[in-house]
C-alpha cells in the first residue's frame, strides 16, 4: 500500500504563487510516475503534469511556463509550484503515484492522495 498527502493548498489571488508538496509513504521503494491532477467544479478531473522517475516532465498546455513540477531524490515527495496563478486555476489538486516498485515486485498500481484545494480569487 502507498499512501499519498497532500499540503500547500489555500487562497490565492490572481497573479500569486502557490506551492503544492505531497509524501508518499508506504512499503515500496518509488513509483514509475507521480502527477498531479486537479479537478474543478462541474468539470472531469484532468492532468496538469507528470514527471518520471528518471526526471522526465509533461504538463497541461494551460499551465506550461507557470507551473513547475519537481521530485525529490528519495523520489517519494513531488512538489508543483505554481506561479502567476489565474481563476481558471481554482480546483482541487490530487497527487497520484502509478506504476509501484514495491520492495519484493513491481506492479501497475495507480494510488491517489485526498486532495486539496486552490481557491484563486480577489
Known amino acids: 500500500q502507498v499512501r499519498l498527502v497532500e499540503s500547500g493548498g489555500g487562497l490565492v489571488r490572481p497573479g500569486g504563487s502557490l506551492r503544492l508538496s505531497c509524501t508518499a509513504s508506504g512499503s515500496f521503494t518509488q513509483a514509475n510516475v507521480m502527477a498531479w491532477y486537479r479537478q474543478a467544479p462541474g468539470r472531469q478531473r484532468e492532468l496538469v503534469a507528470s514527471?518520471?522517475?528518471?526526471?522526465?516532465?509533461t504538463y497541461a498546455d494551460s499551465v506550461k511556463s507557470r507551473f513547475t513540477i519537481s521530485l525529490t531524490n528519495s523520489g517519494k515527495t513531488v512538489h508543483l509550484q505554481m506561479n502567476n496563478l489565474e481563476s481558471e486555476d481554482t480546483a482541487d489538486y490530487y497527487c497520484?503515484?502509478?506504476?509501484?516498485?514495491?520492495?519484493?515486485?513491481?506492479?501497475?498500481?495507480?494510488?491517489w492522495g485526498q486532495g486539496t484545494r486552490v481557491t484563486v480569487s480577489e
Open positions: 514527471i518520471s522517475r528518471v526526471g522526465s516532465t
Open positions: 497520484n503515484a502509478y506504476g509501484i516498485w514495491y520492495t519484493d515486485r513491481y506492479a501497475n498500481d495507480d494510488y
